[in-house]
T-cell receptor, first 114, second 112 residues
């Protein structure tokens, strides 16, 4: 079946612009995670969604970052007024249910802020 | 706050060698530890998962061990192949079963 997909695969934007990143999870997966991976570093947790429960936003680095997910469908990560330090690969992963050890990752969106 | 480190940061070996990748974590109260592989331009793929009550897991040429008391895990790759070239990350999951804390990864190159 189809895996996790993300779009765009690459995004170059000017400092100060807003960007929106999209994640399509595996159908039926109730849990969805967003991570940020800076060059040469590990994955940094940003936010997760579990069904219709309130998301855990504890990893969002600033109020310029926000994410939405409607039910168990697509999620969007929005970064407002982008800064150069936002340049990174943004990875999305979905899990069959909250607490599952299985995480299926998308290929990521490489964001470059110039 | 859990912190995960990995050494070495990069490793280059000739084909056929056995090798060990190291992962350390600061808080031993983990739920499990997982090793992932990341290929360029792709997401992560899970390789091995070790629950906190286990000491090791094996899959083919891969063997992962876990020593909670010392805060360490190792990934052993036997008879390395060029296709093993990738970045290997470990991730510790806390006892609340929520977040995964990832290490920075070891970039492995296996030369033919």
């Amino acid at each position: 079946g189809a895996g996790v997909s993300q779009s765009p695969s690459n995004k170059v934007t000017e400092k100060g612009k807003d960007v929106e990143l999209r994640c399509d999870p595996i159908s039926g997966h109730t849990a969805l995670y967003w991570y940020r991976q800076r060059l040469g570093q590990g994955l940094e947790f940003l936010i997760y969604f579990q069904g219709n429960s309130a998301p855990d936003k504890s990893g969002l680095p600033s109020d310029r970052f926000s994410a939405e997910r409607t039910g168990e469908s697509v999620s969007t990560l929005t970064i407002q007024r982008t800064q150069q330090e936002d340049s990174a690969v943004y990875l999305c992963a979905s899990s069959p249910f909250f607490g599952s050890d299985e995480q299926y990752f998308g290929p990521g969106t490489r964001l470059t802020v110039t | 706050k859990q912190e995960v480190t990995q050494i070495p940061a990069a490793l280059s070996v000739p084909e056929g060698e056995n090798l060990v990748l190291n992962c350390s974590f600061t808080d031993s109260a983990i739920y499990n530890l997982q090793w992932f592989r990341q290929d360029p331009g792709k997401g992560l793929t899970s390789l091995l998962l070790i629950q906190s009550s286990q000491r090791e897991q094996t899959s083919g040429r891969l063997n992962a061990s876990l020593d909670k008391s010392s805060g360490r895990s190792t990934l052993y790759i036997a008879a390395s192949q060029p296709g093993d070239s990738a970045t290997y990350l470990c991730a510790a999951r806390d006892n609340y079963g929520q977040n995964f804390v990832f290490g920075p990864g070891t970039r492995l190159s296996v030369l033919p």
